[in-house]
């Protein structure tokens, strides 16, 4: 399957983006008073208007310029990025469901395992990373994650 990835990728981005200026108000609340520092809304807009822009100026180049990519898509070659998406998808998942250390120490394992990776130490280096990285969350930078059970 040929894929016109200039034009797919600004149709996309653009839709995504434009989605994320809507939700954007909901998401970043402003603060109770004004202190006249800038908006928290302020950077997280800039990169969405920017994404945006760019999306508009794929479209373009690709209808106007008719400057476009094409990119064979193979799904021999594709497979293997696919299955560690969908085990991120899983992930994500996991952890509203089991929190992030069991979903941490579930699906790294079977990734590194997906991968090729058989060093024990590997194994064990990232399930201490997770869970140090979840304290460093909790602990340091006061942002709860759900360690347990959600």
Do not use: H
């Not at 209808?63 to 998808?89: D, G, Q, S, T």
């Amino acid at each position: 399957m040929k894929i016109k990835t200039n034009l797919w990728t600004g149709i996309i981005m653009g839709l995504f983006s434009t989605i994320l200026l809507i939700v954007l108000p909901d998401q970043v609340p402003l603060p109770m008073f004004n202190s006249g520092a800038p908006s928290p809304r302020i950077l997280p807009s800039f990169a969405i208007i920017g994404m945006l822009i760019s999306s508009i100026a794929l479209i373009v180049q690709s209808l106007v310029f008719k400057k476009e990519k094409i990119y064979e898509f193979n799904i021999k070659f594709e497979l293997p990025a696919i299955i560690l998406i969908a085990l991120l998808c899983i992930f994500v998942v996991l952890i509203i469901n089991i929190g992030f250390i069991l979903a941490a120490c579930i699906i790294f394992p079977i990734m590194l395992f997906y991968v090729g990776e058989r060093k024990p130490f590997i194994y064990i280096f990232t399930i201490l990373a997770s869970i140090a990285i979840f304290y460093l969350f909790k602990l340091v930078l006061n942002i709860s994650l759900p360690g347990f059970g959600g």
